[in-house]
């Protein structure tokens, strides 16, 4: 048989994958084999679908073949085009370096935990996130995406013997069941409408129902997608799931897993709609600056610092959700060119938040790994002790924060150019939804700047605040060089916005019917467009080089006017107190302390001292400080919910009686209706 | 060529800015006040200096002075200021400008965090938030200038301007000429948001961040806050007021240009000193509303686009 390229890569891609799950199997009681095999082969497994994904997108055109597994009705029909590819590209970039950092990561973990099993449900994982991605029939991608959600579950409750993973994993089978829920129910309605489940005859028919139709399917899939996306309020279980894994783990799940709501999303907005109803791009417009905002807020809050590092998960889907609301406005408006651009803005940013939220979680996960803990309280000052895994999370911690030259900042920039041009799109009041949704994009870009300035400074700058953190050691050279792999990627999508705008052309061009990246690029191929002529322009290669230019020619000043260079080091010297020691530090908590107030009304911050002391209440002998917020989502949506599923549950415990004659009868009553039913259909 | 000499305007006229609103300020509340060139003595006299690094400071703090200098230069870069065409504004609009000097206030808050000091900390920790809350007021006032010229390029914002005489105006341009003062005072760090003139006071914010810094550094740093006001002021003057700004290239032209830029620029110092004499610095737990009232009047600005 003659097979495309990217199509026999992809097929290779997937058997290393399952041979790393096979030969985790094999290796269950020896970990060392294991850990070598079950994480050394998916970097291989990487390496093949990075090149399928790579050959696939430049290719342009779909391929369509079947597995040969399913039956006649539900075949396993996968689709490399140029979407799926895109997705693919992603994680499979992500996994590279995700396993290489596995690789040393659990060397520790070999004494005393199943590497085998973790190794077997990671390769399952990554199995189904690529089908995730490629499934071209709507019953094979829900079962894909069902592997993907038991598979996530047994890695997130890895380390079942802690109460906080167990009920961390149940919260998260929970909701993404209800979420798989709403996904069947929409893909039920649309395969009535095609008489099939293939993914080719749903292109463009949702567009083509009723229009109370229309609304429910869409509703469905936005909230079947948006729980495992983490769109607020669905977001609920995010920042506890992500967290408790192990850290390889939670860098997949926070960078690509998530993303999986964001593809479902992509899929149906701009494949099975043509052009979707104007509210649609309103709620999901809204629906981005809601999340971005609460999540970057609740970040703030934060000291555990994977927990921190899962909401800016959150935050980031907000903006990814800002672009893709942005799009289905100017769709619906009929300005194809700004939903391309917008569209590119979302898709840009998808990418960007898998490489440096990975690189973040990687960087944390080293922390853990050395000072094993992740209250960022009990580390400080390990810039000293491991000076290469700092250097990469500063450089993710810049990319996060949308600051030039790296590559948030780029789609940021993307985000707000299109936002900008939507104020034109329209007379109604729609446009002014514009330039608000920019206006609190800036404010949570801001925020995250703020939130990043205290998870870098309080963990790496200062004085260690624990023993653990002063006798820390430098990551082992693999974890090393998968954050490296990482924070090159943050500076080369960066610096090489303009050149890479061009892997986008296949993906409008499938979407939207224009390839867009010759009008985003300007002056000679180094500067980024905002589409039109006069439009604004921006270079980060440019920015990047006078940045270095400038600091050569500053650096050059210091050392000749400075002709004296008495350089001494001291102690700090702090107004003139003497004696600094780490308990004087400033600290998360204190840092975000100004926004804790500010913003009291989300938090609802509650706070209680006690002081103890002999002679005089100025002299306090011991101190008890505790502070805590409301979780509002959890306390005023979701537990009124949990009451009401309960109550109804305990009132329906009377038909449960336990009688088997009862049971009998209600079949019976159920068979007469059914046969009713039918013979009066 | 024109970039290498508008490189040096930025360079030179940063300083006698802070030197000019300082001596404005004495004056009005009739002290004589250092001569206007003393800002360029400081820099002088701090680069002569040796200087001493704390030794609980990491890389970070000594690489902080660079960024901080080089990011305002190259935003000071991307802003008309005598041609209406900016030497790098290929490179980067107003979007750029802000975030360049959002990456200049991440380091310098990093280098306030580095030393372990409690006050750095509390600088730090007091910049990001107000510079947080000053940042959707700034953009949606940008949005509203942006809007009107259609594009995020300044030289295209010039232009627009110009081409219709009296736009500054009309209602929208007004509020948000408003809202951005508004920031400007927040994000220069002038009274009532934090005060200039301050040291070690429990109230600092600038000053807290960069208090362990000494000789050439600090140097480094004042001289980038400076070039920093320069930037803002100009982005305010030159997005509402342009006239004045050069089309066409020609040297008799550039000098009457420079002209106008000084004296805008003296204009906007006398509001800010006016500002600065006629209040009292704010409780920090106030600054929020007064950035309230500034996000309101950007909001203002947009709506009016409807109506006017």
Not at chain 1, 106 to 135: C, I, K, P, Q
Request: proline content about 5%.
């Amino acid at each position: 048989m003659n097979m495309p390229l990217p199509v026999a890569l992809f097929q290779l891609g997937l058997l290393v994958y399952l041979a790393g799950a096979a030969a985790a199997l094999l290796a269950w009681r020896r970990p060392q084999k294991a850990r070598l095999a079950a994480f050394g082969l998916p970097v291989l497994g990487g390496v093949v679908q990075l090149a399928a994904s790579a050959a696939a997108l430049s290719g342009g055109s779909a391929s369509v073949w079947t597995l040969p597994l399913g039956t006649a009705l539900f075949p396993w029909t996968v689709r490399l085009d140029p979407l799926s590819s895109y997705f693919n590209l992603a994680l499979s970039f992500l996994v590279i370096a995700i396993s290489l950092y596995s690789l040393d990561y659990l060397r520790d973990m070999e004494e005393h935990r199943n590497l085998g099993a973790m190794g077997f449900f990671y390769n399952l994982l990554l199995l189904s996130l690529t089908l995730v991605f490629t499934a071209a029939n709507a019953f094979f991608f829900l079962i894909a995406w069902e592997v993907m959600a038991l598979t996530a579950f047994c890695l997130v409750t890895f380390e079942h013997e802690k109460e906080e993973a167990r009920s961390a994993g149940v919260l998260f089978l929970i909701m993404s069941h209800a979420g798989t829920g709403m996904l069947l129910a929409a893909f039920l309605m649309l395969a009535a409408a095609a008489g099939n489940l293939d993914f080719a005859s749903f292109h463009l028919l949702a567009s083509r129902l009723s229009a109370p139709q229309q609304a429910v399917v869409f509703l469905l899939f936005f909230l079947g997608f948006g729980v495992k996306a983490g769109v607020v309020p669905l977001h609920i279980w995010l920042p506890d799931a992500h967290p408790v894994a192990p850290s390889n783990i939670s860098a997949l799940m926070s960078g690509i897993v998530i993303k999986t709501g964001i593809y479902g999303m992509a899929r149906v907005f701009f494949d099975f709609y043509g052009a979707p109803p104007l509210w649609a791009g309103t709620v999901v417009l809204a629906a981005g600056v809601v999340t971005a905002l609460v999540g970057v807020l609740y970040a703030l809050m934060e000291h555990d610092l994977k927990r921190l590092l899962a909401y800016h998960s959150i935050e980031n889907i907000g903006i990814i959700l800002m672009g893709f609301g942005a799009a289905l406005l100017f769709r619906a408006l009929g300005y194809a060119n700004l939903a391309a651009i917008a569209l590119v803005a979302g898709l840009y940013h998808t990418l960007n938040h898998a490489i440096f939220k990975g690189l973040l979680f990687l960087g944390a996960g080293s922390v853990l790994h050395s000072t094993g803990t992740r209250n960022m309280e009990h580390m400080g000052g390990l810039i000293r002790r491991m000076p290469a895994t700092a250097l990469f999370f500063l450089i993710g911690a810049v990319a996060i924060s949308g600051l030039p030259p790296l590559n948030g900042f780029v789609s940021e920039w993307l985000t707000y150019q299109a936002l900008l041009a939507g104020f034109g799109t329209t007379q109604s009041l729609t446009r002014l939804m514009f330039p608000i949704a920019g206006s609190l994009l800036a404010l949570t870009a801001a925020l995250a700047a703020a939130c990043f300035v205290k998870a870098f400074a309080i963990p790496f700058l200062a004085l260690p605040r624990s023993d653990a953190a002063r006798s820390a050691k430098e990551a082992p050279l693999a974890m090393q060089a998968a954050m490296g792999i990482l924070a090159a990627a943050c500076i080369a999508l960066g610096l090489g916005a303009s050149w890479f705008v061009k892997v986008f052309d296949p993906i409008t061009e499938q979407a939207l019917g224009i390839r867009i990246s010759a009008s985003l690029v300007a002056g000679r191929g180094f500067a980024l467009s905002a589409g039109a002529p006069h439009s604004g322009t921006v270079s980060t290669a440019g920015i990047a080089l006078f940045l270095v230019a400038l600091g050569a020619a500053a650096g050059y000043l210091v050392s000749r006017l400075a002709r004296s260079q008495r350089r001494s080091t001291g102690p700090v010297w702090d107004c003139g107190l003497p004696g600094l020691t780490a308990d004087n530090e400033y600290t998360a908590t204190a840092f975000s302390k100004p926004l804790r107030l500010i913003f009291s009304v989300l938090y609802r911050p509650r706070r209680e001292i006690q002081a103890e002391y002999e002679v005089s209440p100025y002299y306090p002998k011991a101190i008890h400080f505790e502070s805590e917020i409301e979780p509002t989502f959890e306390k005023h949506v979701y537990g009124p919910l949990k009451d009401w599923i309960l109550g109804v549950a305990r009132r329906m415990r009377a038909i449960q009686a336990g009688s088997v004659h009862a049971y009998l009868a209600y079949i019976f009553v159920t068979l007469i209706l059914l046969l009713l039913f039918e013979v009066r259909g | 060529m024109i970039a290498l000499l508008q490189f040096v305007l930025v360079l030179v006229l940063a300083p006698l800015l802070s030197g000019l609103i300082k001596t404005l300020k004495a004056r009005l509340q009739t002290r004589r006040g250092p001569g206007i060139l003393q800002p360029y003595y400081d820099i002088h006299k701090l680069f002569q200096k040796g200087m001493v690094l704390p030794d609980t400071a990491s890389w970070i703090f000594s690489a902080t002075p660079y960024i901080v200098f080089t990011t305002t230069a190259l935003a000071g870069l991307m802003i008309p200021m005598v041609s209406a065409d900016a030497p790098l504004g290929l490179y980067g609009g107003v979007l750029a400008i802000v975030y360049l000097l959002g990456l200049g206030r991440f380091f310098l808050a990093l280098g306030g965090l580095d030393t372990g000091s409690s006050f750095g900390g509390l600088g730090s920790s007091r910049e990001m938030t107000i510079a947080a809350l000053a940042e959707p007021a700034m953009m949606l006032a940008i949005f509203t200038v942006a809007i009107g010229a259609n594009s995020t390029a300044l030289s295209q914002v010039a232009r627009t301007a110009i081409a219709q005489n009296w736009r500054f105006l009309a209602p929208a341009q007004i509020l948000a000429f408003a809202a951005l003062f508004v920031v400007l005072i927040a994000e220069t760090g002038r009274i009532p948001v934090d005060n200039p003139a301050t040291h070690l006071e429990l109230t600092m914010i600038h000053e807290a961040m960069v208090l362990e810094y000494s000789g050439p550094y600090l140097a480094l740093i004042e001289w980038g806050a400076s070039i920093k006001q320069l930037v803002l002021m100009t982005l305010l003057i030159n997005s509402f007021w342009p006239f004045g700004l050069q089309l066409e290239w020609s040297a008799w032209g550039a000098v009457v240009s420079l002209g106008w830029l000084l004296l805008k620029l003296a204009a906007l110092a006398v509001c800010i000193v006016l500002v600065e004499t006629t209040n009292a610095k704010m409780r920090f737990f106030r600054v929020p509303e007064l950035l309230a009232v500034a996000f309101t009047l950007g909001a203002l600005a947009l709506v009016s686009t409807f109506l006017f």
